[in-house]
């Protein structure tokens, strides 16, 4: 899980986009 956007970033980090 890493955080790319931030605020994208869900608790799952899948919807990074």
Known sequence: MMQESG???K?????IQ
């Open 7 to 9: 605020t994208e970033t």
């Open 11 to 15: 608790s799952n980090g899948s919807a």
